[in-house]
Every structure is written in C-alpha cells, then in structure tokens.
C-alpha cells in the first residue's frame, strides 16, 4: 500500500499571509519502507519580492532567495500536484501546517491520513513545559532521533528532504503496530 507524504517550505506560519517557497513529495510504501520523490520544486507565488529576503527559511536552510525568484510560478505546477493528491491518500509531519497552505491556495485533498506529528505525539509523550499531563507536538527532529536514535539526522528544512525523513518516521510508526488498522 502506498501512501503519499507532503512537505512545503514557507515564508512563515500563516497561509493568509505568507508564501509557498517549496514542496516535496513522497510516495511512502508501507510494506517495504521504500520511498521515492514524486515532485519535488522550489516555487514562485505572484507576491514573492524582496520583503521576503530575510524569511526563516532563507537564515535556516541552504534554499536561497534567487532560487524562488527564478522558480515555476505556483499556479503552474498545481495541476501535477493535484494529480498526484488525486491518485493517493496523502499525510503530512503537520499536516495542518502543510496541507493548510496547500488547500489554502486550491489544492484538493480527496483522502486525508492522520497527521504524523499528532500520532507521534503519543508515542513520544514529551510532556509539556512545566506540565506533565499533556504532551508537546514533538517537532521533526525530536520524532527521528526517538524513532531512528543511532542516525544522525539534522532536518534540511528543504522539502523532499525533509519529506522522505518524514515518510520514514511514518513508516516506523506503522511498523510499530500505531496505524495498522487506518492504513
């Protein structure tokens, strides 16, 4: 069975008022492991300019601003997006995080999987600040040092990469027995 994994880059945290830099996605199979890219694109929105210069992504990762100044514009390559979404279930790390700016910006997502971060969350139980009755969203880099502990891995904030390390973690928790009967 085959299940797809999205990963976007972005100017920060707000569909309504930031952009789409990237996105990467994964076809996870979930009987071997076995990933493989099936897009992955730096990307141009309309608003991108030069008030974007100093975004997170740019001080935290390798992805540079001349490269999504050069880019496909978004609306070009949403057709082979919605392909793929049309074909798959598809999943996130965050899956409102991500498929928040997609759907935000017209993408359908006809079979929607549980959230990788949210079912992690359990499994990690990292408890909150000062509090030991909820847990904490653990972040990407938190859920593969717990799930893949004798690699190293320090997340890329670069799209399919990130993408396949999700997938990954994804992949272990379905070996672990978590999401055998949604899957």
């Known amino acids: 069975m085959d299940v797809i994994v999205v990963d976007c880059e972005t100017t920060g945290l707000k569909p309504q008022y930031d952009l789409i830099l990237e996105i990467g996605i994964v076809e996870l199979n979930l009987l071997t492991g076995e990933t493989k890219v099936l897009f992955n694109s730096v990307v141009r929105e309309p608003m991108f300019s030069e008030e ?17 100044m050069n880019a496909p514009l978004l609306d070009e390559v949403m057709p082979e997006i919605q392909a793929i979404f049309n074909k798959s279930s598809v999943t996130a790390y965050n899956k409102s995080f991500d498929l928040g700016f997609l759907k935000s910006r017209g993408i359908d997502v006809p079979n929607e999987l549980p959230c990788i971060m949210k079912t992690a969350t359990n499994i990690l139980k990292i408890p909150f600040r000062g509090e030991y009755k909820r847990y904490k969203w653990p972040n990407c880099q938190e859920s593969f040092e717990f799930f893949f502990p004798a690699t190293d891995y320090i997340e890329k904030h670069r799209a399919a990469d990130d993408a396949i390390h999700e997938a990954m973690i994804l992949y272990e928790i379905f070996q672990r027995g978590y999401l055998s009967n949604l899957y």
């Not at 974007?52 to 999504?68: C, G, K, Q």
């Open 52 to 68: 974007h210069r100093y975004s997170w992504i740019f001080e935290n990762s390798d992805l540079s601003f001349d490269e999504v």
